[in-house]
Nanobody, 123 residues
Framework: QVQLVESGGGLVQAGGSLRLSCLAS????????MGWFRQAPGKEREIVAG????????YYADSVKGRFTISRDNAKNTVYLQMSSLKPEDTAAYYC????????????????WGKGTLVTVSS
């Protein structure tokens, strides 16, 4: 069982940056591939980025490539999402999720989910 708690969301102007963090409970954090997802009002949840269990491979949605960076610190049981050049269309609730396995996730087939943190980008 893994519990995930996101933080770092907030209100930012277009072009600005935010860093989201996700703290995982448990001793086996390095056993999980991790992902960040988002869901905007009236839209389906979508994957934003994924990272493998050791952090060597990553996946990004086309919409965020070159702007967002996912990383992890297994010693701190934490995964991060650095978001830059934010756009109003990035406004959404952002969720951290964990998946048993090695490889960076590319869809929402995850095993554990956090409760989310809200990101609002004003124009």
């Amino acid at each position: 069982q893994v519990q995930l708690v996101e933080s770092g969301g907030g209100l930012v102007q277009a072009g600005g940056s935010l860093r989201l963090s996700c703290l995982a409970s448990g001793r086996t954090f390095s056993s999980y591939a991790m992902g960040w997802f988002r869901q905007a009002p009236g839209k389906e949840r979508e994957i934003v980025a994924g990272i493998s269990w050791a952090g060597y491979s990553t996946y990004y949605a086309d919409s965020v490539k070159g702007r967002f960076t996912i990383s992890r610190d297994n010693a701190k049981n934490t995964v991060y999402l650095q978001m830059s050049s934010l756009k109003p269309e990035d406004t959404a609730a952002y969720y951290c999720a964990a998946k048993v396995g090695r490889y960076a996730p590319t869809d929402d087939g995850m095993d554990y989910w956090g409760k989310g943190t809200l990101v609002t980008v004003s124009s």
